[in-house]
C-alpha cells in the first residue's frame, strides 16, 4: 500500500515542530556596509556602472573601500553594489550599480539584525539563539533570537557566525551593551523572522 503523501507531510513537519533543538556554540562576530557618511568629504572619483554611466562622484577613498567591500551606502542613503561586470585592475570604478537594498553573496538581500554570514555553510536556513533573544536592538527592536544565513564569510572559520547590523555605530553600540563573543544557536529550532516591513526600515534608516 502506498504511504498517504499528506500523511507524511503532516508526520515530517510535526517532527520537525517538535524535534529537540541541537544547539552549537558558535563564534560571534558582526559586519556591516561601508558608509560614505563615515569617511572624509570627497567628489573626486566617479563610481560607473558597467556601461559607463556615472552613478556618483565620491572620495577615491570610498571608491577604493566600496570596490573592495562590494556595497556601500552615499551620504544621500542611495545604495550602490558591485555588478555583474569587473572593474579593470588600478583606478577602475565601473563596476557598479544602485540596488534598493545591501544584497549579499547570492544577489539575496540582506536583513539587518537577521542576516548572518557563515562560511559557506546552511545558506537560507534560519537559526535560534537563546543568547539573543530578547536583545534591543539599536533601533529600539526587540529581537526574537532567529536569523537567518543570508551571506558566505569566506574569512570565517567553522562554528563562526557573522552578524549584520548596517553600520559601525550599530556594531559599538551591540558590542558595548552585549559583551559576548560566543553564543548558542540551533537550525532545528522552529523560529520565525521577526517581519522586515517599513516602520522596522524606517526606524532603522532615519533614526
Ligand atoms: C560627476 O562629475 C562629473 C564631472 O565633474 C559631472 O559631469 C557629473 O554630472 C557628476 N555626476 C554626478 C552624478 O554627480
Ligand atoms: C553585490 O555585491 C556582492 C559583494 O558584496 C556580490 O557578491 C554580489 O554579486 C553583488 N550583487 C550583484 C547583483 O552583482
Ligand atoms: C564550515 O563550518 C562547518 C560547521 O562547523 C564545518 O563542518 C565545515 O567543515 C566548515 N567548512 C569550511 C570550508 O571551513
Ligand atoms: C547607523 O544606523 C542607525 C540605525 O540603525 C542610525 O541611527 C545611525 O545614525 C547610523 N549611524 C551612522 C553614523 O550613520
Redesign the pocket.
Known amino acids: 500500500m502506498r504511504a498517504n503523501p499528506f500523511l507524511w507531510i503532516l508526520s515530517s513537519l510535526v517532527c520537525t515542530l517538535t524535534a529537540t533543538p541541537v544547539y552549537e556554540v558558535v563564534r560571534l562576530t558582526m559586519y556591516w556596509?561601508v558608509h560614505e557618511s563615515s569617511m572624509k568629504l570627497g567628489s573626486d572619483t566617479a563610481l560607473k556602472t558597467c556601461r559607463g554611466q556615472i552613478l556618483a562622484n565620491v572620495s577615491h577613498q570610498f571608491a577604493l573601500k566600496i570596490r573592495l567591500?562590494?556595497?556601500g551606502v552615499l551620504r544621500n542613503g542611495r545604495i550602490i553594489?558591485?555588478?555583474?561586470c569587473k572593474c579593470k585592475p588600478g583606478t577602475d570604478f565601473s563596476c557598479f550599480?544602485e540596488?534598493r537594498e545591501?544584497?549579499?553573496?547570492?544577489?539575496n538581500i540582506l536583513i539587518p539584525f537577521i542576516s548572518i554570514a557563515t562560511n559557506g555553510t546552511n545558506f537560507g536556513k534560519t537559526a535560534y539563539s537563546p543568547e539573543m533573544d530578547g536583545w534591543i536592538m539599536p533601533n529600539g527592536l526587540r529581537h526574537n533570537g532567529c536569523l537567518r544565513v543570508d551571506d558566505?564569510c569566506p574569512a570565517c572559520s567553522n562554528n563562526h557566525i557573522d552578524f549584520f547590523v548596517w553600520n559601525e555605530t550599530n556594531y559599538l553600540d551591540l558590542v558595548r551593551r552585549y559583551p559576548i563573543s560566543r553564543l548558542h544557536l540551533s537550525y532545528n529550532r522552529y523560529c520565525q523572522l521577526l517581519n522586515w516591513n517599513n516602520e522596522f526600515k524606517k526606524k532603522l534608516l532615519l533614526s
Do not use: A, K, Y
Open positions: 556596509v567591500e562590494g556595497s553594489n558591485l555588478s555583474n550599480q540596488v545591501p544584497l549579499g553573496s547570492f544577489d558566505d
